[in-house]
């Protein structure tokens, strides 16, 4: 299986912003729905971010208008922008493919935490 590898995150106060980076397998892009996920503590991860092919891209409610997902496909990199982050944004965040695949793996994922 191939795995992505996210980066990026910290300890940051409410309002501050956080980039986060994802490493992905070559052309990935071309093929897939790709996103950014979230597993905050005590519930099911979700996603909170999708950029396709063709760079259209979703957001969650909760975060329209303060994340923006984009991607980097000469270095194979997708990122979050977190901007006005809240205290409910502290999780465990990760990216992958929409829907996932068994070829693609979950990776570690990249903690970040809003606390005042």
């Known amino acids: 299986q191939e795995r992505f590898v996210e980066s990026g995150g910290g300890l940051v106060q409410p309002g501050e912003s956080l980039t986060l980076s994802c490493t992905v397998p070559p052309h990935i892009f071309e093929l897939h729905d790709m996103a950014w996920y979230r597993q905050i503590r005590g519930k099911e991860r979700e996603p909170v971010a999708t950029?396709?092919?063709?760079?259209?891209?979703n957001y969650a409610e909760s975060v329209k208008g303060r994340f923006t997902i984009y991607d980097d496909r000469n270095k194979n990199e997708m990122y979050l922008e977190m901007d006005r982050l809240k205290l409910e944004d502290t999780a465990v965040y990760y990216c992958n493919t929409m829907p996932t695949t068994p070829r693609y793996s979950w990776g570690q994922g990249t903690q970040v935490t809003v606390s005042s």
């Open positions: 950029i396709g092919p063709m760079r259209h891209t």
